[in-house]
């Protein structure tokens, strides 16, 4: 059974039950979201070790306390990139699934939110520790961040906008 005539789940295209599109998001989900999760942990890792190296101790306030927010930023970013599977695990068998991928989305969407912020955290700090804190660290670091917005968040809005746009025409004439 679809869910519209002929053109399957929510006008997707597609000829597919609510169960199998919910199935097939899922899986899609889990696919982009291992991407991000190993790239956080990892990040998250090298960050835990570095306040163990000789050279942390010596390091100006400021950048022990930038250090310290760019380790928490890691652990929620990880956190929030994780929590989908915990979900999927205490969620499985109870037919959430739509209302599990509406979450995972949301969490998927603050973890790359949190990471992002910790790359650009992290970067801050190496560059103010190779450049002596010179100004071109917090430049560089605002550049990576404007970045992974532009990449991340206005990119995508302008496709779907120019997508949408695109469609309406087509349907008006």
């Not at 169960?19 to 899986?27: F, G, I, K, V, Y």
């Not at 991407?35 to 022990?64: E, M």
């Not at 250090?67 to 890691?74: E, R």
């Not at 973890?111 to 992290?122: C, D, N």
Request: charged share 15%; proline share 4%.
């Amino acid at each position: 059974m679809t869910t519209s005539s002929g053109g399957g789940a929510a006008g997707s295209g597609r000829d597919e039950t609510p169960q199998e599109r919910a199935d097939r998001l899922w899986s899609e989900m889990l696919q982009e979201v291992r991407v991000c999760q190993t790239g956080a942990q990892i990040l998250f890792g090298f960050l835990l070790s570095v306040a163990f190296t000789p050279r942390f101790a010596s390091l100006p306030d400021f950048d022990k306390h930038l250090y310290t927010a760019t380790v928490v930023l890691g652990a929620v970013a990880t956190g929030a990139l994780v929590a989908p599977v915990a979900f999927h695990r205490f969620l499985a068998g109870h037919g959430m699934k739509p209302e599990l991928i509406h979450v995972a989305g949301r969490l998927i969407a603050t973890g790359l939110v949190t990471l992002a912020l910790t790359i650009s955290a992290a970067l801050l700090l190496l560059l103010r520790t190779a450049t002596s804190g010179a100004p071109v660290a917090w430049i560089l670091s605002g550049a990576v961040l404007l970045w992974f917005t532009t990449a991340w968040l206005i990119l995508p809005q302008v496709v779907l906008r120019r997508t949408a746009a695109r469609r309406r025409r087509r349907t008006q004439g």
